[in-house]
């Protein structure tokens, strides 16, 4: 079953890191494999409430870009360095590939071996050596083991094609060498008593058992083929081990998790076809072919609290989004096929994610109903937000009882928790929950503040506007806003940039303010301050 991550937006807030772990839940339970996941730093608050109901975070996920592993390439396509060449050229051909990435015991990768490589080694190798096992030559020769004392087979090949007299009194044979001889009695004697490596008896040949004794008492290892000398002078340097024609010079090979167009950028360059593929501490995990680039198996997600391009994950274009839930305004997001949008105008995804519990009459857990009523009670700024409907208090109310928790005495707690500005720059601030939009070609950004001491961001005023000003002419933005909003007071104060100040005027109705206007009652970034922005910039 394929993996699909459940993904808040960037800058993740309470609502969006308890949205993706409670919907991932519920999509288990109905038979699905999530795994919840965030793309940034999770805040305070954020902490508090994961830590409260004992939960860990969601992983943390850079992008959903496709990737090798992403592919349909050679996995588990590798041959270890000690079988035969003949064995390893055969594994090409039934697989039908050109070329093989070559492993030790452990499966680290070593070299790579292609056709080419056993062709060349076939007209310019050294044909007189053999290193190889016993097995390897028995399994070439389509043998009968005779004789078997090592496991590893070393020295120099020799073919009885003389007269058996020229053989006894010209050749002087020992340990080194491996004799292929047929059923001439004189010379199998003459070797065996010699100590050879080796002896290959062909067509079948017969041995005396005087002979077998003897070879028993030498040590000498004994296999017998059907082959005649011609065929297996011919085919036994197949038996020699892979490992003795690998290449000096290393293949290019990619780590997994190399992102599919850079492989394609450097590939072009390359312009090999054959390409080892390599995982952690150098283990091999196949092979992957430039003609067999097909079938891409993108990444698999489903998006919460958000259905904006600029507030998601990088490489959203390369993954498949299967579905969304969400409670913000429809945005740019587009989708390769139909897919199930769940869009509802409510204060909390945890409040739609609440009704589908309800409709597939799945029960919620204790933590889980926890994790949903702070991610409500943490958009809704406990149920006080314009944005709070009748379905959030319903929601809060069912959650509050699974949870044990009285709601209002526990979002002050979190709340508190969340909003200490202390030990962090204005840098950190600013960013730690701000979103950028767009209307038409302008775009501009609004970053929030929950706080509960409003007396520090002020004894910093200049500073903070200086910052916003910078990040507004580094990032092209027409506005940044900065919404200090006061929980207690439930309304909030407005640090913009320069030249934005009509802007900000025609958006609340406003005449000759100032930095750190306050506007009581404005606490809703998606429900009071975008939509007053967006009617009115330029």
């Given at each position: 079953m394929d993996k699909v991550y459940i993904c808040g937006h960037q800058k993740p807030d309470t609502d969006s890191i308890t949205s993706a772990i409670s919907l991932s839940y519920l999509k288990n339970k109905l038979g699905m494999h999530t795994v919840p996941a965030r793309i940034g730093e999770i805040n305070d608050e954020t902490k508090f409430v994961l830590k409260k109901f004992g939960v860990s975070a969601p992983i943390l996920l850079e992008d959903v870009k496709l990737q090798l592993k992403d592919l349909d390439y050679h996995k588990d396509y590798y041959v270890n360095q000690n079988i035969s060449i003949g064995q390893a050229y055969q594994y090409m051909m039934d697989k039908g590939i050109t070329g093989i990435p070559v492993v030790d015991d452990n499966k680290k990768f070593i070299g790579l071996v292609t056709i080419k490589t056993i062709v060349k080694d076939l007209i310019n190798g050294d044909f007189d050596r053999l290193i190889t096992s016993y097995q390897n030559i028995l399994e070439t020769l389509h043998g009968e083991q005779i004789l078997k004392f090592d496991e590893e087979i070393n020295g120099e090949i020799l073919a009885a094609s003389y007269r058996s007299t020229t053989i006894l009194n010209t050749i002087p044979l020992c340990s080194n060498h491996i004799l292929i001889v047929g059923d001439r009695h004189s010379v199998i004697e003459y070797a065996i008593y010699s100590k050879v490596k080796l002896l290959i008896i062909v067509g079948d040949g017969e041995i005396k058992a005087e002979h077998l004794e003897m070879a028993k008492q030498n040590h000498v290892n004994i296999i017998r083929t059907s082959?005649?000398?011609?065929?297996?002078?011919?085919?036994?340097?197949?038996?020699?081990?892979?490992?003795?024609?690998?290449?000096?010079?290393?293949?290019?090979?990619?780590?997994?998790?190399?992102?599919?167009?850079?492989?394609?950028?450097?590939?072009?360059?390359?312009?090999?076809?054959?390409?080892?593929?390599?995982?952690?501490?150098?283990?091999?995990?196949?092979?992957?072919?430039?003609?067999?680039?097909?079938?891409?198996?993108?990444?698999?997600?489903?998006?919460?609290?958000?259905?904006?391009?600029?507030?998601s994950i990088e490489g959203l274009d390369e993954a498949d989004i299967i579905e969304i839930v969400d409670h913000h305004k429809i945005g740019n997001i587009s989708t390769k096929n139909p897919i199930n949008f769940r869009n509802m105008s409510v204060g909390s995804t945890n409040t739609?994610?609440?009704?589908?519990?309800?409709?597939?009459?799945?029960?919620?857990?204790?933590?889980?109903?926890?994790?949903?009523?702070?991610?409500?009670?943490?958009?809704?700024?406990?149920?006080?937000?314009?944005?709070?409907?009748?379905?959030?208090?319903?929601?809060?109310?069912?959650?509050?009882?699974?949870?044990?928790?009285?709601?209002?005495?526990?979002?002050?707690?979190m709340f508190k928790a969340g909003t200490s500005l202390q030990?962090?720059?204005?840098?950190?601030?600013?960013?730690?929950?701000?979103?950028?939009?767009?209307?038409?070609?302008?775009?501009?950004?609004?970053?929030?503040?929950?706080?509960l001491d409003i007396d520090s961001v002020f004894e910093h005023k200049n500073d903070y506007v200086t910052y916003i000003n910078q990040l507004a002419q580094n990032r092209g933005f027409r506005l940044v806003l900065l919404v200090i909003t006061d929980?207690?007071?439930?309304?909030?104060?407005?640090?913009?940039?320069?030249?934005?100040?009509?802007?900000?005027?025609?958006?609340?109705?406003?005449?000759?303010?100032?930095?750190?206007?306050?506007?009581?009652?404005?606490?809703?970034?998606?429900?009071?301050?975008?939509?007053?922005?967006?009617?009115?910039?330029?």
């Open positions: 082959y005649d000398t011609f065929h297996t002078t011919k085919v036994i340097g197949l038996s020699n081990y892979l490992k003795n024609v690998i290449p000096f010079d290393r293949p290019y090979t990619f780590d997994e998790n190399t992102y599919y167009d850079d492989f394609v950028v450097k590939t072009s360059k390359l312009k090999h076809n054959n390409y080892p593929i390599i995982g952690k501490n150098g283990i091999c995990k196949g092979l992957i072919r430039i003609t067999d680039i097909t079938d891409k198996n993108r990444k698999k997600i489903i998006l919460v609290d958000h259905n904006e391009l600029e507030q739609i994610i609440y009704q589908m519990y309800l409709e597939n009459k799945i029960d919620i857990p204790k933590d889980i109903a926890g994790l949903m009523l702070s991610g409500i009670l943490s958009d809704t700024l406990s149920l006080t937000s314009p944005t709070t409907t009748e379905l959030d208090k319903t929601a809060v109310k069912a959650l509050s009882l699974i949870a044990e928790l009285e709601y209002h005495h526990y979002a002050l707690e030990g962090k720059t204005i840098e950190e601030i600013v960013n730690a929950d701000i979103k950028t939009f767009a209307n038409a070609d302008i775009s501009f950004a609004i970053s929030q503040v929950f706080t929980i207690l007071r439930n309304g909030s104060y407005l640090l913009y940039t320069n030249h934005s100040q009509e802007i900000i005027e025609d958006a609340f109705n406003l005449l000759d303010i100032e930095q750190g206007q306050y506007i009581d009652g404005v606490v809703s970034r998606k429900k009071q301050i975008v939509p007053a922005i967006m009617d009115v910039i330029r």
